[in-house]
């Protein structure tokens, strides 16, 4: 009966993730995944033996902090969030394995039990500690530059190589010794393996310590041979692989690279050209009148306007926009934010229409013919030296092609290079000009500007 | 005669009891082998079937994940990211015939964190995806 309605659940897991794939279908989606998962935890419940009390105690106390996180985020602090969610689901699975080590399920740890045991257990510290660093990071609690010394790859290598003998000697003796030894080796390692990447390479590092947090699920599946763990684990593992994947795509990178190449750093090498030129500011009236007389405008988003919570004031200017007879898009690029499909999320908060999104293929063929380019808070993802400089680190990187519009108005609190440590020979162009101070305010600027 | 016929019955009433006895002792053995080789089987099976399992979920994911848009990446990261909140199976569980302090507190921490992944996980996303359907309505 109980692996009935696991199946059951497994279902909905499945058809609730097929379902998250088309905006349309999304929110039905999420509450049939839901669905599932109150089933498995009911299911799980039918029996004896319980420890009523403190399951009680421990779903009231993990519900309160759940439940009040996800009603207080705002919507600008979404990575940060989802970060911590999937460093508490990683930090389960490697309780719920030393746990098992503690108190074996079936009374004997076997072999086949303690190999996923330790995974579980590693794996669900990795995504912890991992999980952490990108929040802080994201968060700016501390700073998203790569953290680079020398010997860093040594440390990791000797860590992960602890780890491997560690887990070897546990599968002899089941002690748990190896366990508290396997959990502080984890953590370290996760620290080491997100430390050196930067803020801008987060979309990649959250999409696979999503990844992560699923596997480790899976593995605490292996332990006591729960089939809906082991594919609710395995469906996450895949998906965030797959979202991985696409993300170091839209950068034109491989995942070793993001992984270990320090990108951004001050001595990654290749720094790229040095930029002359002058960069040529305006002032918001300014804007306005080339605004006025624009017939068609897209509009790219960045992390700057996530800081500086833009995202209702841009909205604003594009209707207005819109009545003034202009055409209007938002061009988002895969990777702009922090996360994947951050842009988006923004501008659905601020009721963007739908149709207004695309994508960069879809807007680039037709930029020459654009009269006006709004950059707000990009930076990496419009730089043309990913198209024209073979020596930048950011050479080969699909990007939006704003410096072929007609004029390209970048949005700027000053004219520091983006987070990945690159200059951007946009700011310099011809046809650019550079609206600097606050996104929010220079956007409210140009709002009012309209409106009188 | 008769004595000859008694003495002979007697004898294969022996002969059946020490047959009897015999097939009853094989009986218990062949039934002792089976109940190990069906242990066997079912233990070495389980872990074959829960490997192929977790193949075959490895590529379903895969194949779903392939075609999302890219405007659905963030309530598709954080609802999957809910989903693995699924451990939350496996704290229960911990919980079962549970004793000792080390285990009981292991256990708690581990329906604390499962919970907290799970429900904010699920809630976070609705959120999301709340924002992005009305304005669907306002496109219809």
Redesign the interface.
Known sequence: MQEFVYIIASVLFILGLKRLGSAGTARQGNMLSACGMGLAVVATLVGSGFSWIWILLGIAIGSAIGAVAAKKVPMTGMPEMVALFNGSGGIASLFVGWASQVNPPGGQLTVAQAIPLYLAVVIGGVTFTGSMIAYLKLSEKIDGKPVQFKGQQIISIALLGALLAGGLLFTFNFSGVWIVLAVLLSFAFGVMVVIPIGGADMPVVIALLNSYSGLAACAAGFIISNTVLIVAGALVGASGLILTGIMCKAMNRSLSNVLFSGFGSADAGGAGKDVEGEAKPISADDTYYILESASSVVFVPGYGMAVAQAQHAVKELGALLEANGCEVSFAIHPVAGRMPGHMNVLLAEADVPYEQLVEPDDVNPNMAATDVAIVIGANDVVNPAARTDETSPLWGMPIINVDLAKTCIVLKRSLRPGYAGVENPLFFCENTRMLLGDAKASVQALVTAFKE | MLEEQISLLEHLQRELGLLKEAMLQHQAEMMEAAGETAAAVSGGG??GL?LF??AL??????E?????????????????????????????????????P???I???????????????????????????????K??V
């Open positions: 389980n872990l829960t399992v977790f979920a490895i590529f379903l994911g895969v779903l994940i392939t075609k999302v848009p890219s405007q659905l990446h963030t309530p598709l990261m954080s609802g999957s990211n809910a989903i693995s909140g699924i451990t939350i199976v496996g704290a229960l569980l911990a919980m079962q015939n549970v004793s000792g080390a285990a009981i292991l256990g708690l921490l581990a329906v604390i964190t499962a919970t907290v992944n799970v429900v904010g996980g699920y809630l976070v996303t609705d959120r999301m995806l709340g924002m992005f359907k009305s304005k669907k306002e496109e």
